[in-house]
């Protein structure tokens, strides 16, 4: 049902056993999700490894990797396991994607499935964990644009975060700075000269720039969305629209505007707001109340939360910390004072971080570079 691209005679097995490290490459149909699954186990005292790369055919220098994942081990010692990846679609038919494995000195692989197969609509991407998605997925695709939005949908994550801003001309937008000059590009790839605040410009001279340039050719021509264009992706996709909000990114004409639109799209009850200052969580809670998802605060103490206006709020409130930030000690108090646990900035590559903060009792995670969300633990 769900057609191979690759399978064991790919891989370089020996008397049943793989003892050196190898690399699969993937050229296929880009706009699709896939998916890549393992039954593995090894032998010896240091475990192999995978690591996935997009590369692009457009680029100067192709021996640098337009982006990498993780790196994972694979199997357990003596004990058969079944690991899952999810990829991104590729994006761009100028992208591939090379499944490069480790095996080191000593060790053995042995493998009796590794294959990649499509993801299909009714296999749906579930987990017991909530992985939102950073700005969309920043990783790969520039960040609060249109592009970043649908690559999470595509990619499964359930939510999507976004800096809403209100500009001068009362336009709501999705942007981080308030400064244009880090991402915006001219035709020529140029920043601009004199710096620009968002907040004393129009919609039509903040779309005069390129915001996708930046980060990579593939992105040539990206605009800045608005923050309608944000919620109509989410409302066609299914992800639940998350505010990373700022102090001052909008006025109270715009959180009107927020709970109007969230009206239009039918997704009041989706939103949720993060910040890393109560204040700007009791804005909002002074415009939406219960009826939305929920609040998150970001990087302050629960009790910050709990002696606020929302220590009443009958909807989710979460505490977000950096991952390096938590003890277990920490995560229980915090559980136990009726929050939620979130944790953002986990180290690349230490997969062993997300298995202990699981341990532990946190169920969300923020993400701009997870590619293998769909790996089972």
């Known amino acids: 049902m769900y057609p191979e691209i690759f399978t064991l005679k790919d891989l370089p097995v020996k008397n049943g056993k793989i003892t050196e490290s190898f690399t699969l490459y993937l050229k296929r149909e880009y706009s699709e999700c896939m998916v890549v699954t393992s039954l593995a186990r090894y032998e010896g005292e240091v475990p ?3 690591q996935f790369f997009l590369r692009s055919e457009l680029d100067a220098s192709p021996e640098k990797p337009f982006y990498g994942s993780h790196i994972y081990k694979i199997g357990k010692r003596d004990e058969w396991t079944r690991q899952q990846w999810k990829i991104p679609p590729m994006i761009h038919p100028s992208l591939h994607c090379e499944i490069c494995v480790t095996v080191p000195r000593g060790s053995a692989l042995i493998v009796s499935d590794f294959h990649n197969c499509y993801n299909a609509a009714d296999r749906p991407f579930v987990t017991g964990l909530r992985f939102n998605a950073h700005l969309g ?9 249109l592009p970043a939005f649908e690559l999470a949908a595509q990619c499964g994550f359930p939510t999507c975060i976004c800096n809403p801003k209100e500009i001068g001309d009362g336009s709501l937008v999705c942007i981080h700075d308030s400064l244009i000059q880090r991402h915006a590009r001219d035709e020529n790839g140029l920043p601009p000269e004199e710096p620009r605040r968002i907040y004393q410009m129009t919609l039509p001279e903040l779309r005069r720039w390129d915001y996708g340039i930046r980060k990579h050719p593939l992105y040539k021509g990206t605009k800045i969305p608005e923050l309608e264009e944000y919620f109509a992706v989410c409302a066609k996709t299914g992800m639940k629209p998350m505010f990373s909000a700022h102090p001052g990114c909008l006025k109270s004409s715009g959180w009107l505007k927020v709970k109007e639109l969230l009206r239009q799209y039918g997704l009041t009850r989706q939103l949720h707001v993060k910040s890393a200052r109560i204040a700007v969580l009791e804005k909002a809670f002074e415009y939406f109340g219960d009826e939305i998802d929920g609040y998150t605060l970001n990087n302050e103490p629960p009790e910050e939360l709990a002696a606020s206006k929302l220590a009443g709020a009958n909807c989710r409130l979460v505490v977000e910390w950096q991952a390096g930030y938590y003890t277990e000690e920490a995560v229980h108090h915090i559980l136990e004072s009726g929050f939620s646990v979130a944790a953002y900035n986990l180290p690349r590559g230490e997969m062993s971080v997300y298995e ?3 341990s532990w009792g946190v169920t969300e995670f923020t993400e701009d ?6 790996l089972n633990w």
């Open 48 to 50: 192999p490894t995978v």
């Open 137 to 145: 997925f920043s990783g790969m695709a520039p960040s609060n644009t």
């Open 356 to 358: 202990k903060l699981i």
């Open 369 to 374: 570079h997870h590619i293998s969300i769909g």
